[in-house]
């Protein structure tokens, strides 16, 4: 049944109005822009505790290198007065005035326990960062390598079996043992096979993805095998990446202490020394705050390392976005 428009008393004109079609515009697609570092972060700060942790990162890592810039640190500045050493931090503080460098008391040469403590964060911090960074680097793009060439994986496999059954401690400490044990060797020490386990789990990843249809059809097209690991392949394992590396920066850490600990360390003043040389205050009626403060502070900024990078690894897998 026909409607009767002339019942509106309006014209054609007015009834009616040309559309004119645009094929450009037909292929537009309404949606909102989608970034994924900004969806990253959206998911990070929707919970509470992780803005509160990673303020308490960001408060440590200051501590670590912009306190230490204001301050002067002298090991052995009061180390003539005998009245100045292993003094609790009432006894500190009523000796030399209230100062923020004596609220964690004086050690045995008298020096100030909270300022010896963050420089040797910084120590070990920057330790962690570049032991991870280069062997995230090297272990990531030789991994993705790895994983994608077949005649890389044959060869590669052989060395990690060759490497990976050398305990890890007894070889850096072998290192250390032959060169001087300062920071460059520590460095060297962790980072010459450090990058090996990292890239046969990479190599893992890559195995379980390498034979989608877009690689095959990259590899139909031409591309060469290193494009297709860096270009297809490793954008979509930032997730895992990250949470490797949140298990990585706190572990390095973890080992310049233990290896101070048992005598094996770094000549620097780092967390590890400081607790090495604190060891005989643990047990010393008095004198526990000189070797508890380091170790608390090395196993807070442990911790915070690892549950902000395990929050931002999840922040990073895409499913997480919706």
């Not at 920066?249 to 973890?254: K, N, V």
Request: with cysteine.
């Amino acid at each position: 049944m026909e409607y009767d428009y002339s019942k509106l008393g309006l014209s054609t004109e007015e009834l009616f109005s040309r559309h004119d079609h645009s094929d450009l515009e037909s292929e537009k697609i309404i949606a909102p822009r989608y970034s994924y570092w900004r969806s990253v972060f959206r998911v990070f700060f929707r919970k509470k505790l992780n803005t509160v942790i990673l303020l308490l990162l960001v408060a440590m890592i200051a501590f670590a290198y912009i306190y230490p810039m204001l301050t002067v640190y002298d090991k052995y500045g009061n180390l003539l007065n005998a009245d100045a050493k292993h003094l609790s931090p009432q006894a500190a503080i009523d000796m030399f005035g209230f100062q923020i460098k004596y609220i964690l008391g004086t050690g045995a040469a008298g020096q100030s326990t909270f300022d010896a403590i963050w420089n040797g964060s910084r120590i070990s911090i920057s330790l962690a960062l570049i032991c991870a960074a280069i062997n995230m680097s090297i272990g990531v793009v030789i991994g993705a390598i790895w994983g994608f060439s077949k005649r890389v994986d044959a060869i590669m496999v052989e060395v990690y079996n060759i490497l990976a059954n050398v305990p890890y401690i007894l070889l850096i400490s072998v290192l250390l043992m032959l060169f001087s044990p300062s920071f460059w060797t520590m460095v060297f020490a962790l980072t010459v096979t450090g990058w090996l386990g990292i890239a046969y789990f990479i190599r893992t990843q890559v195995i379980i993805i390498r034979d989608r249809e877009y690689n095959l059809a990259s590899r139909c097209l031409g591309t060469r095998t290193v494009k297709i690991a860096l270009k297809n392949i490793l954008p979509f394992m930032t997730s895992v990446i990250v949470t490797l590396l949140a298990t990585e920066i706190p572990s390095y850490i973890s080992y310049e202490v233990f290896l101070a600990f048992i005598g094996r360390g770094i000549n620097q003043m780092s967390l590890g020394r400081l607790i090495y040389e604190a060891e005989p205050s643990m047990m010393t009626p008095g004198w526990e705050i000189e070797f508890w403060s380091p170790v608390a502070i090395s196993a807070v900024i442990t911790v915070v390392l690892y549950v902000v990078g395990q929050n931002l690894g999840d922040a990073s897998d895409p499913r997480t976005h919706m």
